[in-house]
């Protein structure tokens, strides 16, 4: 079981350019989400998504972000025309079930792409 | 006030120490506790879950939930190096979606 995959692992991008992010989940999950953890601080959500289905995206900012996860294929979080402070670690997590907190239905994590903005 | 506390460290302890990490948290309503453990430049990995007050052990880690005081534990018996890295404590509110909501981390590094 190759884990939750992501990448690229680090990508560097020019203010104005566009950064694409890509996640696939562990091998029988079908929930993604995804945080992103600035320097010194903690992992903040930012959208949870099922196969075709944006379910909660209350912490994505309102403009030049999205997420898709499509039927086939893996997760993106798209940035569109970047600014210095998206420079951040963007992390992928995966579930087996919705409805975190009951029994093992816990979040495990890819190792994270890193972005840094020009 | 953030929903969740957590002293950032760093904390440097010797080989063999026992760690208390810990953190607090201001919404009543929470009843998930989790703690990662990150290496640095690494995904999170979890490393202990429990929904309940009072004490959870695995090997060498204790998870510990006090809800009347909003305070949550975790203790590392017996400490190595290779336990050195951030530490961090996740919380989930019930009925609140799949949001875990974090703590900054706390760095550590046991020495030999």
């Known amino acids: 079981n190759a884990g939750v995959m992501q990448n690229p692992r680090h990508l560097v991008r020019r203010r104005g350019q566009e950064a694409r992010l890509r996640c696939s989940p562990m091998k029988g999950h079908s929930h993604v989400y995804w945080y992103r953890q600035l320097p010194e601080e903690g992992l903040k959500f930012m959208v949870y998504l099922q196969k075709e289905n944006i379910i909660d995206e209350s912490g994505m900012p309102k403009e030049r972000f999205s997420a898709e996860f499509p039927k086939e294929g893996p997760s993106i979080l798209r940035i569109q025309q970047v600014v210095r402070g998206d420079s951040a670690a963007y992390f992928c997590a995966s579930s087996p079930f919705g409805s975190l907190g009951s029994g093992a239905n816990v979040l495990t994590f890819g190792a994270g792409s890193r972005l840094t903005v020009l | 006030q953030k929903e969740v506390e957590q002293d950032p460290g760093p904390l440097s302890v010797p080989e063999g120490a026992i760690v208390s990490l810990n953190c607090t948290y201001s919404?009543?309503?929470?009843?998930?506790f989790m703690w990662y453990r990150q290496y640095s430049r690494k995904g999170p990995e979890l490393l202990m879950y429990?929904?309940?007050?009072g004490n959870k052990e695995d090997g060498r880690f204790t998870a510990q939930v006090d809800k009347s005081s909003k305070y949550i534990s975790l203790f590392i018996r017996d400490s190595q190096p290779s336990d050195s890295a951030t530490y961090l404590c996740?919380?989930?509110?019930?009925?609140?979606?799949?949001?875990?909501?974090f703590g900054t981390g706390t760095q550590l590094k046991v020495e030999l």
């Open positions: 919404n009543s309503a929470f009843q998930y």
């Open positions: 996740a919380i989930l509110l019930t009925g609140g979606g799949n949001k875990l909501t």
């Open positions: 429990t929904y309940s007050s």
